[in-house]
Structure formats: structure tokens, C-alpha cells
């Protein structure tokens, strides 16, 4: 049974995110993680944050302990600190769940 998380951004930086993507990816994979899903919304609707979203995605892992390690990791934490804290004003973690 894997961990997957369905989670809300607000991209600020296009080129920057992507980047980021591009960077942490291959150690996502790594780590037997991945997306699922990926969406550009152009409209919020309903939201339980104030804060925009312009970007909803799954992201999964095989367990919370491997999720622990990716996000953990060195080389991760350089890559975030390097594209993406510059290219997104806001994180909302909308649901964790196994599946």
C-alpha cells in the first residue's frame, strides 16, 4: 500500500518551478516515489486556505518512511532551496492518504 499526498501550490515562477521539477525528479524516482497526477487550475472555486492555488498534484511514496527520507535528503533540500522556495509563495497540503 503506497502514501500519496494531494497537494495545492501557488506557482509564482513558471521556469523556476519547473527547474525545480526537473532537479528533484530523478531523486524522487529514487526513492520509489512519483506524481500521479499533475493539474494547472485556472480557477478556484472552493477553497478551506485563503492562500491562491494554481497548481494541483499527487505526489506518492511506498511508505511515510520513505517520504520521511526524500524530503530529508541533502540533495533535496538543495534543490527546494535552489528553485523552489523562490518560485512558490505557497504550499497547501489538501489530503495525505494511503492507497
Do not use: C, W
Not at 478556484?44 to 497548481?55: C, D, F, G, H, Q
Not at 518512511?65 to 522556495?85: G, L, P, R
Amino acid at each position: 500500500m503506497a502514501l500519496e499526498m494531494l497537494i495545492g501550490v501557488n506557482v509564482t515562477d513558471e521556469a523556476g518551478y519547473q527547474a525545480y521539477r526537473d532537479n528533484m525528479t530523478p531523486l524522487l524516482e529514487a526513492h520509489q516515489g512519483g506524481f500521479g497526477y499533475d493539474f494547472k487550475v485556472s480557477e478556484v472555486l472552493k477553497s478551506a486556505t485563503k492562500e491562491p492555488i494554481n497548481r494541483v498534484f499527487t505526489i506518492y511514496f511506498p511508505d511515510e518512511a520513505t517520504k520521511d527520507s526524500f524530503f530529508a535528503n541533502e540533495d533535496y533540500v538543495q534543490i527546494k532551496h535552489d528553485h523552489f522556495e523562490n518560485s512558490v509563495s505557497h504550499v497547501t497540503r489538501i489530503a495525505t492518504y494511503e492507497k
